[in-house]
């Protein structure tokens, strides 16, 4: 769970609230990733201390390192879904606010699951839903793996180099 260096809207604790249950029973262990800017850090400590299956890391430098040990991530729908894709993690994507759910990228055919901005319980059903499609159905989960799989970022990294240095 991770939603960029703020996350506003304490997506994160309200994420873990909803979820913890289900991932309880079905043995998943939750990790949570906070940037610098969070300003709930403490409500969301005494939370996670109180939960044997989650585990909180609070304004890493590499972020990479705690995601490549995830096989599934939500999260919100900025920055991060390039890294994520880069990794090929399947995820969930929230938005923040209106601005953040015009970003295009995070859609099914990229291997995202978007659901659009977190205000309302038709959202956090379709959260839980998707979470539960995520975890119990190994053929599309490994549809939305193949879909991210078809983008290469170094390819495109060296392509850009290259035009780069062709302007210089």
């Known amino acids: 769970i991770t939603f960029g260096g703020t996350d506003s809207n304490d997506y994160a604790r309200?994420?873990?609230?909803?979820?913890?249950?289900?991932?309880?029973?079905?043995?998943?262990t939750?990790?949570?990733?906070?940037?610098?800017g969070y300003k709930y850090i403490n409500e969301l400590e005494?939370?996670?201390?109180?939960?044997?299956n989650v585990e909180f890391y609070h304004s890493l430098g590499i972020m990479s390192e705690v995601m490549e040990n995830c096989q599934c991530?939500?999260?919100s729908n900025g920055r991060t879904i390039y890294e994520i894709a880069h990794m090929h993690i399947t995820s969930i994507i929230l938005a923040h606010h209106e601005r953040e759910d015009t970003h295009?990228?995070?859609i099914i055919d990229n291997g995202f699951i978007p659901?659009?901005?977190?205000?309302?319980?038709d959202k956090e059903?379709?959260?839980m839903q998707s979470l539960s499609d995520l975890v119990e159905n190994s053929t599309y989960r490994r549809q939305l793996y193949d879909c991210m799989s078809?983008?290469?970022?170094?390819?495109?990294?060296?392509?850009?180099?290259?035009?780069l240095e062709n302007v210089l």
Request: glycine share 6%.
């Open 14 to 28: 309200r994420t873990l609230d909803l979820i913890h249950g289900y991932c309880s029973k079905k043995n998943i």
């Open 30 to 36: 939750i990790v949570i990733v906070s940037g610098a």
């Open 46 to 52: 005494k939370k996670v201390a109180r939960h044997s």
């Open 73 to 75: 991530a939500i999260a």
């Open 104 to 106: 295009n990228y995070a």
């Open 115 to 121: 659901i659009g901005i977190f205000n309302n319980r």
């Open 125 to 127: 059903n379709l959260l």
């Open 150 to 163: 078809k983008v290469n970022f170094i390819d495109s990294k060296n392509r850009v180099v290259k035009i």
